[in-house]
């Protein structure tokens, strides 16, 4: 059976971002069940590692004119698989005809009880953030004393 054109086209944009970040030195994996409704255990999007650095991707696909919603227990889930492996939970938003912008984590809300139950993120929100090559750029151009002081 042929899957729907959403996730197609999400998986289309997580292979988009394996191969960026590959291409610029990272060791990169896509999860094998990212996107799938897994109930004990989360299996993040995109794994990648650069010199010793890791990063743990939610991936998201939207258009210009459109909002991003992400359930705070999603994102609870995210920062907690990358605090077990010492890395840096993030969001990478693909926005169609603008690019790509990076979201960590810790600058998100992190949600209070059960009024809040999704995190919403407008197109424009995201302009404040890093493009995909500046956050590459930061990681691959950063100085060995920048690793050794976290």
Request: avoid cysteine.
């Given at each position: 059976?042929?899957?729907p054109s959403w ?144």
């Amino acid at each position: 059976m042929p899957r729907p054109s959403w996730s197609r086209r999400g998986f289309d944009v997580e292979r988009e971002l394996v191969h960026k970040l590959w291409n610029h030195g990272f060791a990169v994996v896509r999860g094998p069940a990212s996107g799938a409704r897994a109930q004990r255990l989360f299996y993040p999007d995109v794994l990648a590692v650069y010199k010793g650095k890791i990063f743990v991707f939610e991936v998201k696909y939207v258009n210009k004119s459109k909002k991003i919603v992400i359930p705070i227990q999603k994102l609870n889930r995210l920062r907690e698989f990358a605090e077990r492996a010492g890395g840096t939970s993030l969001i990478a938003v693909k926005i169609s005809g603008r690019g790509w912008r990076v979201v960590p984590t810790g600058e998100l809300a992190k949600g209070n009880g059960k009024h809040t139950r999704n995190l919403v993120l407008h197109v424009e929100d995201l302009e404040q953030f890093p493009t995909l090559d500046q956050f590459i750029s930061s990681v691959v151009n950063a100085k060995l004393v920048d690793f050794v002081a976290q």
